[in-house]
């Protein structure tokens, strides 16, 4: 019997929760952000960057090793036991129903990701087309969740992390070929605030400084942070570890 490990699994055994983790801070909401900062600001806020990762990296980091040094006690379970249930269900009620509005963008840039693949847009208003798509993505979704337990969901969020990965690169690439990128890569990394960028035709301007504030919210949302301890406890990790 073979004993090699598939790419996929063998990525998944190196990340381990982090691919859900990326799922849950990659979504429509922060690949919109990002995509519009850098169409109106170019590279200028290439900076944020150095301070966001390791920042999400740190947070993520201690939020595994609380679970894992407690028995497997998560941060909502510890505020619920330590501090009290009220606080829980202060923190838990609004973070479950800001959610649901941020699954409803997850399901629309599904949707519109199928469509796109055969070269079309999503009808507008709510065709039958649209809504037996959304309700087909919705149960295989539920199905891989519920059905496959974690190591499953876990594999193919790394295998759809690595097409994102594979995106990424290639784009780059494309990118790197002019030698100007690189000057402008180089001056994006100065922390800077750049200039409000005006709206054509109209008198409003669009402000840096609050795309580095959408930028850094993005980057680690409060759901990730408190489910990050259950996800190292499912996926088996101990203080050897």
Do not use: H
């Not at 539920?142 to 295998?159: D, F, N, P, Q, S």
């Not at 669009?206 to 990730?224: N, Y």
């Not at 301890?229 to 101990?238: E, I, R, V, W």
């Amino acid at each position: 019997m073979s004993t090699r490990i598939p790419l996929v699994g063998a990525f998944a055994k190196l990340v381990g929760p982090a691919a859900l983790t990326a799922a849950g801070m990659i979504g429509a909401g922060a690949v919109a952000t990002r995509l519009l900062a850098g169409a109106w600001f170019g590279f200028d806020l290439l900076w944020v960057a150095l301070y966001v990762i390791p920042m999400v990296i740190f947070t993520l980091d201690s939020a595994s090793r609380v679970a894992v040094f407690s028995g497997g006690r998560g941060m909502m379970t510890m505020i619920r036991g330590d501090i009290g249930e009220w606080l829980a269900w202060g923190i838990f009620i609004p973070m479950f129903l800001v959610n649901i509005v941020v699954a409803m963008s997850q399901a629309s840039a599904m949707v519109e990701g199928v469509y796109g693949a055969f070269g079309q847009l999503p009808p507008a208003g709510g065709s039958p087309g649209v809504i037996v798509v959304t309700v087909a993505l919705t149960g295989v979704t539920l199905a891989a969740a519920v059905l496959g337990g974690y190591k499953r969901v876990e594999k193919i969020m790394t295998g759809l992390l690595l097409v994102i990965l594979l995106s990424f690169v290639v784009v780059a690439i494309k990118g790197l070929l002019d030698w100007r990128t690189w000057v402008d890569l180089g001056r994006g990394l100065v922390p800077q605030i750049p200039a409000p960028e005006p709206v054509f035709g109209t008198p409003r301007a669009r402000d840096g400084l609050t795309q580095v504030m959408g930028i850094a919210g993005q980057a680690l949302p409060p759901a990730v942070f408190l489910s990050y301890g259950y996800l190292a406890k499912n996926a088996g990790y101990s203080t050897a570890d």
